[in-house]
């Protein structure tokens, strides 16, 4: 078996980690994000929703818009993310710009999306 290069093992791992449903906790909006294998669904609190799928390479995730808002649709929302113990932050550059922050602005800084989630608790199944 070939060894994994540690780009590829982290990515993996991130993705790993990535799965599930996510609640914002600080950012200029409220927002939802799930991801389910490589697809995610993103929904603006009472707004917008977007469908699609994505790559990761480390600390990168490229979101091709399938479904949302007709202007993004078919359009690549190039991203910066960091996951780590539950939490998650993520900041999307400009769809269909291809260019992609380098670093995290404050979650304050109204030029930027910068959000960051929480892994929402999962719901217990009924008796």
């Not at 910066?80 to 999307?92: F, M, N």
């Not at 769809?95 to 602005?105: C, H, M, T």
């Amino acid at each position: 078996m070939p060894a994994v290069a540690p780009a590829e093992a982290k990515t993996r791992s991130d993705l790993d980690q990535l799965q599930g449903v996510w609640t914002s906790v600080a950012g200029p909006c409220e927002a939802r994000f799930l991801i389910a294998g490589s697809r995610f669904s993103f929904e603006f609190v009472g707004g917008d929703i977007y469908i699609g799928t994505f790559k990761l390479a480390p600390g990168e995730m490229d979101m091709l818009i399938e479904e949302g808002p007709a202007d993004h649709k078919g359009q690549v929302a190039p991203c910066i993310y960091h996951v780590e113990g539950g939490v998650l932050r993520w900041c999307p550059g400009r769809i269909g710009s291809g260019r992609r922050l380098s670093a995290f602005p404050s979650v304050d800084d109204r030029r930027y999306l910068c959000l960051v989630f929480r892994r929402a608790p999962r719901a217990r199944a009924r008796a």
